[in-house]
Protein backbone atom coordinates (compact mmCIF):
# COMPACT_ATOMS: atom_id res chain seq x y z
CA UNK A 1 0.00 0.00 0.00
CA UNK A 2 0.89 3.47 -0.64
CA UNK A 3 1.07 5.52 2.63
CA UNK A 4 2.77 8.88 4.04
CA UNK A 5 5.65 8.33 6.08
CA UNK A 6 8.00 10.22 8.20
CA UNK A 7 11.25 9.15 7.59
CA UNK A 8 13.05 11.97 9.70
CA UNK A 9 11.49 14.81 12.41
CA UNK A 10 11.37 18.47 10.91
CA UNK A 11 9.02 20.90 8.39
CA UNK A 12 6.09 19.90 5.92
CA UNK A 13 8.67 18.84 3.39
CA UNK A 14 10.13 15.33 5.25
CA UNK A 15 6.59 13.78 4.39
CA UNK A 16 7.08 11.43 2.34
CA UNK A 17 4.70 8.86 -0.10
CA UNK A 18 5.94 5.09 0.06
CA UNK A 19 4.92 1.76 -0.60
CA UNK A 20 4.63 0.02 2.66
CA UNK A 21 3.55 -3.59 3.92
CA UNK A 22 -0.22 -3.46 3.98
CA UNK A 23 -1.50 -4.35 7.66
CA UNK A 24 -3.78 -7.39 8.08
CA UNK A 25 -6.11 -7.96 10.37
CA UNK A 26 -5.90 -9.55 13.76
CA UNK A 27 -8.61 -11.57 16.07
CA UNK A 28 -11.86 -8.86 16.51
CA UNK A 29 -10.32 -6.28 13.79
CA UNK A 30 -10.61 -4.64 10.67
CA UNK A 31 -8.84 -3.55 7.58
CA UNK A 32 -10.27 -0.17 5.85
CA UNK A 33 -9.27 0.38 2.41
CA UNK A 34 -9.15 4.47 3.61
CA UNK A 35 -10.44 6.51 1.39
CA UNK A 36 -9.91 9.83 3.21
CA UNK A 37 -8.04 11.03 6.29
CA UNK A 38 -8.09 14.39 8.17
CA UNK A 39 -5.41 16.72 9.47
CA UNK A 40 -4.78 17.48 12.85
CA UNK A 41 -2.77 19.40 15.03
CA UNK A 42 -0.86 16.46 16.49
CA UNK A 43 0.34 15.04 13.16
CA UNK A 44 2.46 18.19 12.50
CA UNK A 45 3.29 17.80 16.12
CA UNK A 46 4.41 14.25 15.50
CA UNK A 47 5.95 15.46 12.28
CA UNK A 48 8.08 17.52 14.63
CA UNK A 49 9.24 14.90 16.61
CA UNK A 50 6.79 16.64 19.79
CA UNK A 51 4.05 14.36 20.21
CA UNK A 52 5.14 10.26 19.44
CA UNK A 53 2.91 7.64 18.42
CA UNK A 54 1.55 5.29 21.43
CA UNK A 55 2.74 1.95 21.41
CA UNK A 56 -0.01 0.57 19.60
CA UNK A 57 0.56 2.82 16.45
CA UNK A 58 2.47 2.80 13.78
CA UNK A 59 5.37 5.30 15.08
CA UNK A 60 6.43 6.75 11.43
CA UNK A 61 2.92 7.09 9.36
CA UNK A 62 0.60 9.63 11.34
CA UNK A 63 -3.12 9.92 10.66
CA UNK A 64 -5.84 9.71 13.55
CA UNK A 65 -9.34 9.36 11.83
CA UNK A 66 -10.11 7.92 8.42
CA UNK A 67 -13.42 7.20 6.46
CA UNK A 68 -13.20 4.01 3.95
CA UNK A 69 -15.15 0.30 3.28
CA UNK A 70 -13.92 -2.51 5.30
CA UNK A 71 -12.18 -4.91 3.06
CA UNK A 72 -11.45 -7.14 4.99
CA UNK A 73 -12.23 -8.51 8.72
CA UNK A 74 -10.62 -10.53 11.15
CA UNK A 75 -11.67 -13.73 12.76
CA UNK A 76 -14.42 -14.08 15.27
CA UNK A 77 -15.59 -9.80 14.03
CA UNK A 78 -19.63 -10.30 13.26
CA UNK A 79 -20.23 -6.28 12.26
CA UNK A 80 -19.22 -4.41 10.60
CA UNK A 81 -19.10 -6.65 7.14
CA UNK A 82 -16.76 -6.22 4.50
CA UNK A 83 -17.98 -3.69 2.08
CA UNK A 84 -19.35 -1.24 4.90
CA UNK A 85 -18.51 2.18 4.73
CA UNK A 86 -17.16 3.29 8.02
CA UNK A 87 -15.22 5.91 9.81
CA UNK A 88 -13.60 5.89 13.11
CA UNK A 89 -10.35 6.77 15.17
CA UNK A 90 -6.95 5.37 15.40
CA UNK A 91 -3.89 5.99 17.35
CA UNK A 92 -2.21 6.39 13.70
CA UNK A 93 -1.65 5.14 11.01
CA UNK A 94 -4.48 6.73 8.65
CA UNK A 95 -2.24 8.62 6.02
CA UNK A 96 -2.56 5.22 3.79
CA UNK A 97 -3.96 3.13 1.79
CA UNK A 98 -4.88 1.10 4.35
CA UNK A 99 -5.54 1.29 8.06
CA UNK A 100 -6.30 -1.99 10.83
CA UNK A 101 -8.25 -1.19 13.82
CA UNK A 102 -10.35 -3.15 16.26
CA UNK A 103 -13.81 -3.28 15.13
CA UNK A 104 -15.61 -1.62 17.75
CA UNK A 105 -12.93 1.37 16.25
CA UNK A 106 -15.43 2.28 13.51
CA UNK A 107 -18.79 3.61 13.15
CA UNK A 108 -21.29 3.94 10.20
CA UNK A 109 -20.74 6.69 7.77
CA UNK A 110 -24.58 8.42 7.27
CA UNK A 111 -25.58 8.18 3.42
CA UNK A 112 -25.52 11.86 3.21
CA UNK A 113 -21.85 11.82 3.26
CA UNK A 114 -19.11 11.54 1.17
CA UNK A 115 -15.91 10.12 2.42
CA UNK A 116 -14.03 13.36 2.66
CA UNK A 117 -16.93 14.60 4.67
CA UNK A 118 -16.80 11.74 7.03
CA UNK A 119 -13.02 12.05 7.27
CA UNK A 120 -13.58 15.24 9.13
CA UNK A 121 -16.02 13.91 11.72
CA UNK A 122 -14.45 11.04 14.18
CA UNK A 123 -12.09 13.50 15.69
CA UNK A 124 -13.81 16.84 15.92
CA UNK A 125 -17.29 15.43 16.76
CA UNK A 126 -15.57 13.00 19.60
CA UNK A 127 -13.73 15.70 21.05
CA UNK A 128 -16.76 18.46 21.45
CA UNK A 129 -19.12 15.55 22.29
CA UNK A 130 -16.21 14.25 25.03
CA UNK A 131 -15.88 17.88 25.97
CA UNK A 132 -19.34 19.53 26.59
CA UNK A 133 -21.59 16.49 26.94
CA UNK A 134 -18.99 13.90 28.97
CA UNK A 135 -17.01 16.60 30.93
CA UNK A 136 -18.88 19.64 31.40
CA UNK A 137 -22.45 18.23 31.27
CA UNK A 138 -23.72 21.36 29.22
CA UNK A 139 -27.47 21.40 29.07
CA UNK A 140 -30.29 23.34 27.38
CA UNK A 141 -30.64 26.79 28.25
CA UNK A 142 -27.20 27.33 29.19
CA UNK A 143 -24.06 29.17 27.60
CA UNK A 144 -20.79 27.97 26.10
CA UNK A 145 -17.98 29.97 25.05
CA UNK A 146 -15.91 28.34 22.40
CA UNK A 147 -12.53 30.06 21.63
CA UNK A 148 -11.10 29.13 18.44
CA UNK A 149 -14.81 28.83 17.21
CA UNK A 150 -13.71 28.29 13.30
CA UNK A 151 -11.22 25.28 13.74
CA UNK A 152 -12.61 21.83 13.32
CA UNK A 153 -13.30 21.05 16.93
CA UNK A 154 -15.12 24.92 17.35
CA UNK A 155 -17.67 24.36 14.52
CA UNK A 156 -18.31 20.49 15.85
CA UNK A 157 -18.80 22.19 19.25
CA UNK A 158 -20.93 24.95 17.79
CA UNK A 159 -23.52 22.90 16.05
CA UNK A 160 -23.78 19.85 18.93
CA UNK A 161 -24.56 23.21 21.53
CA UNK A 162 -27.66 24.28 19.50
CA UNK A 163 -28.23 20.73 19.11
CA UNK A 164 -29.07 20.40 22.43
CA UNK A 165 -30.83 23.53 23.14
CA UNK A 166 -27.58 25.68 24.57
CA UNK A 167 -26.23 29.49 23.75
CA UNK A 168 -23.00 29.29 21.70
CA UNK A 169 -20.63 32.09 21.75
CA UNK A 170 -17.59 32.07 19.73
CA UNK A 171 -14.62 34.32 19.08
CA UNK A 172 -11.68 34.21 16.69
CA UNK A 173 -8.68 36.49 15.59
CA UNK A 174 -10.53 37.75 12.49
CA UNK A 175 -14.36 38.93 12.11
CA UNK A 176 -14.27 36.80 8.54
CA UNK A 177 -13.92 33.32 10.44
CA UNK A 178 -17.20 34.59 12.63
CA UNK A 179 -19.48 35.65 9.80
CA UNK A 180 -18.61 32.57 8.29
CA UNK A 181 -19.39 30.49 11.61
CA UNK A 182 -23.17 32.32 11.56
CA UNK A 183 -23.97 29.53 8.82
CA UNK A 184 -23.36 26.69 11.40
CA UNK A 185 -25.46 28.49 14.81
CA UNK A 186 -23.01 31.51 15.68
CA UNK A 187 -25.70 33.88 16.35
CA UNK A 188 -24.98 38.07 16.09
CA UNK A 189 -24.41 39.25 19.16
CA UNK A 190 -22.60 36.06 19.83
CA UNK A 191 -19.23 36.49 18.21
CA UNK A 192 -16.41 38.09 19.46
CA UNK A 193 -13.36 39.32 17.82
CA UNK A 194 -9.65 38.71 19.93
CA UNK A 195 -7.70 41.51 19.99
CA UNK A 196 -4.77 41.58 21.88
CA UNK A 197 -5.87 38.29 24.00
CA UNK A 198 -8.90 39.83 25.54
CA UNK A 199 -11.93 38.45 25.21
CA UNK A 200 -13.64 38.34 29.14
CA UNK A 201 -15.42 41.91 29.16
CA UNK A 202 -17.24 41.24 25.87
CA UNK A 203 -18.44 37.98 26.69
CA UNK A 204 -19.78 39.53 29.75
CA UNK A 205 -21.42 42.05 28.71
CA UNK A 206 -23.15 39.73 25.84
CA UNK A 207 -24.82 37.40 28.99
CA UNK A 208 -26.00 40.72 30.94
CA UNK A 209 -22.65 40.08 33.46
CA UNK A 210 -24.02 36.61 34.53
CA UNK A 211 -20.70 35.25 32.54
CA UNK A 212 -20.68 31.90 30.48
CA UNK A 213 -21.65 28.33 32.00
CA UNK A 214 -18.90 26.45 30.32
CA UNK A 215 -16.02 26.91 28.40
CA UNK A 216 -14.68 25.09 25.78
CA UNK A 217 -10.68 25.95 25.67
CA UNK A 218 -9.09 24.69 22.53
CA UNK A 219 -6.37 27.39 22.57
CA UNK A 220 -4.78 27.39 26.09
CA UNK A 221 -1.86 29.65 27.39
CA UNK A 222 -3.38 33.30 28.57
CA UNK A 223 -6.71 32.17 27.37
CA UNK A 224 -7.61 30.31 30.80
CA UNK A 225 -6.99 33.39 32.68
CA UNK A 226 -9.76 34.98 30.74
CA UNK A 227 -12.41 32.18 30.51
CA UNK A 228 -12.19 32.54 34.39
CA UNK A 229 -12.18 35.89 34.54
CA UNK A 230 -15.85 35.70 32.50
CA UNK A 231 -16.83 32.45 33.84
CA UNK A 232 -20.35 32.19 35.39
CA UNK A 233 -21.15 30.67 39.02
CA UNK A 234 -19.92 27.58 39.65
CA UNK A 235 -18.68 27.26 35.63
CA UNK A 236 -16.60 24.23 33.87
CA UNK A 237 -13.82 24.65 31.95
CA UNK A 238 -13.18 22.15 29.90
CA UNK A 239 -9.14 22.24 28.35
CA UNK A 240 -9.02 20.75 25.08
CA UNK A 241 -5.84 22.50 23.14
CA UNK A 242 -2.57 24.48 23.88
CA UNK A 243 -1.83 25.82 21.03
CA UNK A 244 -1.11 29.46 22.71
CA UNK A 245 1.25 27.09 25.52
CA UNK A 246 1.61 25.10 28.31
CA UNK A 247 1.22 27.22 30.91
CA UNK A 248 -1.15 30.17 32.45
CA UNK A 249 -1.16 32.33 35.70
CA UNK A 250 -4.70 32.51 37.33
CA UNK A 251 -6.16 34.11 39.69
CA UNK A 252 -7.17 30.68 42.22
CA UNK A 253 -9.17 33.57 44.54
CA UNK A 254 -11.45 33.38 41.58
CA UNK A 255 -11.48 29.77 41.32
CA UNK A 256 -12.86 29.42 44.71
CA UNK A 257 -15.37 32.39 44.35
CA UNK A 258 -17.05 31.27 41.50
CA UNK A 259 -16.48 27.84 42.63
CA UNK A 260 -15.34 27.01 39.44
CA UNK A 261 -14.18 23.60 37.74
CA UNK A 262 -11.34 22.94 35.28
CA UNK A 263 -10.64 19.98 33.53
CA UNK A 264 -8.30 18.67 31.05
CA UNK A 265 -9.10 16.29 28.66
CA UNK A 266 -7.02 14.14 25.77
CA UNK A 267 -7.88 12.04 23.17
CA UNK A 268 -4.91 10.10 21.75
CA UNK A 269 -3.15 8.90 24.89
CA UNK A 270 -6.24 7.34 26.51
CA UNK A 271 -6.27 3.64 26.88
CA UNK A 272 -7.34 1.34 23.84
CA UNK A 273 -11.49 0.58 26.22
CA UNK A 274 -11.76 4.71 26.73
CA UNK A 275 -11.29 4.91 22.99
CA UNK A 276 -13.29 2.62 22.12
CA UNK A 277 -16.19 4.51 24.20
CA UNK A 278 -15.90 7.58 22.82
CA UNK A 279 -16.54 5.83 19.29
CA UNK A 280 -19.52 4.31 20.63
CA UNK A 281 -20.72 7.50 22.53
CA UNK A 282 -20.22 9.05 18.61
CA UNK A 283 -22.05 6.58 16.91
CA UNK A 284 -24.99 6.48 19.29
CA UNK A 285 -25.30 10.09 19.76
CA UNK A 286 -24.01 11.82 16.75
CA UNK A 287 -24.20 9.80 13.47
CA UNK A 288 -27.92 10.07 14.65
CA UNK A 289 -27.53 13.97 14.10
CA UNK A 290 -25.28 13.60 11.14
CA UNK A 291 -27.48 11.09 9.14
CA UNK A 292 -30.57 14.11 9.28
CA UNK A 293 -28.76 16.68 8.92
CA UNK A 294 -29.07 18.79 12.21
CA UNK A 295 -25.28 18.70 12.51
CA UNK A 296 -22.24 18.43 9.23
CA UNK A 297 -18.69 18.51 9.06
CA UNK A 298 -16.98 21.54 7.81
CA UNK A 299 -14.44 20.56 5.16
CA UNK A 300 -12.23 23.96 4.22
CA UNK A 301 -9.83 22.39 1.84
CA UNK A 302 -8.92 18.57 0.59
CA UNK A 303 -5.67 17.27 -0.67
CA UNK A 304 -4.25 14.21 -2.34
CA UNK A 305 -2.50 11.93 -0.16
CA UNK A 306 0.68 12.50 -1.73
CA UNK A 307 0.60 16.79 -1.18
CA UNK A 308 0.54 15.61 2.94
CA UNK A 309 3.29 18.27 3.20
CA UNK A 310 1.73 21.30 1.58
CA UNK A 311 -1.42 20.38 3.68
CA UNK A 312 0.51 20.47 6.88
CA UNK A 313 1.52 23.82 6.05
CA UNK A 314 -1.77 25.15 5.59
CA UNK A 315 -2.71 23.69 8.30
CA UNK A 316 0.26 25.51 10.16
CA UNK A 317 -0.48 28.80 8.45
CA UNK A 318 -3.69 28.83 10.94
CA UNK A 319 -5.76 29.98 7.55
CA UNK A 320 -8.49 27.43 8.08
CA UNK A 321 -11.87 27.39 9.11
CA UNK A 322 -12.77 23.73 9.57
CA UNK A 323 -11.00 20.65 8.56
CA UNK A 324 -8.18 19.54 6.39
CA UNK A 325 -8.61 16.52 4.60
CA UNK A 326 -6.16 13.97 2.74
CA UNK A 327 -7.91 11.98 -0.37
CA UNK A 328 -6.88 8.85 -0.48
Not at 228 to 255: S, T
Request: charged share 20%; proline share 6%; with cysteine.
Amino acid sequence: MKAVVIPRFGGPDVLELREMPTPVPQRGEVRVRVRATAVNRADLLQRAGAYPAPPDAPKDIPGLEFAGEVDAVGEGVAEPAIGDRVMGLCGGGAYAEAVVVPARAVAPVPARLSFAEAAAVPEAFITAWDALIDRAHLAAGETVLIPAVGSGVGLAALQLAAAIGARAIGTARTAQKLDRARAFGLAEGDDIVVTGGAFAPDVLRATGGRGADVVLELVGGDYLAEDLACLAMRGRIVLVGLMAGHRAELDLGQVLRKRAQITGTMLRARPLEEKLAAVRALDRHVVPLLARGAVKPVVDRTFPLAQAGEAHAYMASNGSFGKIVLEV
